[in-house]
């Protein structure tokens, strides 16, 4: 029980000596940061001493945002030609930056979301969504009707602070909607599959009956 006492602290203080990414090694740590503490990140190696701070007012690339998260659900509808149709809601959601690094400047901050389908049998992509929203959004949903066949829909977002630069594009997992469509969607390899199983399956069944006859 001591031993791993022992090995956790060990970790801990380990983990704890280690500098934040982005955080710059000063010899000391800047006067205006006991004045006003809310625009600086410190840290300090707890076995060297060393001593890391980061300006949170310096103006650079925003931090990519995080843990992007693509939802599609399906309900029936009626076309204008009574038709039943398959529709799919969209739910993106996401999670802030860590730093928007621009100087604590909320005017005029936005993200930048890019959705797009590919055919799973072609490879061909096509975008279905550009768009740009404000910080105070962290989600978009929509409605969309999707041909009929295998299809992977994903999605991408970038951070885009009041300075104008923008963080590196994150991208969603993707999404088989084919596997959404009632009844479910075969792909080629399926379809040759059943259709050889039904051709053999008929064959069989004739040549039973042939017999008996």
Same mark, same amino acid.
């Given at each position: %029980? ?28 800047? =006067?205006?940061?006991?004045? /006003? ?19 949170? &007012? ?8 995080? &843990?992007? &998260? ?19 809601? %969209?739910?993106?959601?996401? %999670? ?10 909320? =005017? ?5 979301? $890019? ?10 992509? *096509?975008?279905?969504? +550009? $768009? =740009?929203?404000?910080? +105070? ?11 009929? %066949? ?12 009041? +300075? ?22 075969? =792909?080629?390899?399926? /379809? ?16 039973? *009956?042939?017999?008996? +006859?």
């Amino acid at each position: %029980m001591w031993n791993l006492w022992l090995i956790l602290n060990l970790v801990f203080l380990f983990a704890n000596s280690l500098p934040l990414s982005g955080i710059s090694l000063v010899k000391d740590f800047p =006067t205006e940061l006991s004045s /006003d503490p809310n625009k600086f990140i410190f840290s300090r190696n707890l076995i060297t001493g060393e001593k890391y701070v980061k300006d949170l &007012r310096v103006i650079n690339n925003p931090s990519p945002v995080q &843990r992007i &998260r693509l939802l599609f659900t399906t309900s029936q509808a009626v076309s204008s030609n009574n038709e039943a149709v398959e529709v799919f809601h %969209m739910k993106l959601r996401w %999670m802030d930056p860590d730093f928007w690094n621009d100087n604590f400047n909320e =005017t005029n901050r936005n993200y930048k979301i $890019l959705c797009e389908i590919e055919d799973e049998n072609s490879g061909r992509v *096509r975008n279905f969504l +550009a $768009l =740009t929203v404000p910080s +105070a959004f962290n989600g978009y949903d929509e409605k969309y009707i999707f041909p009929k %066949m295998p299809l992977i829909a994903r999605c991408k977002i970038r951070v885009q602070n009041s +300075a104008n630069l923008d963080s590196e594009w994150i991208s969603s997992p993707s999404i088989s909607l084919s596997q959404l469509f009632d009844p479910p969607l075969l =792909t080629a390899e399926e /379809d040759s599959f059943h259709k050889k199983y039904r051709h053999a399956r008929f064959r069989q069944n004739y040549w039973t *009956r042939f017999r008996s +006859a």
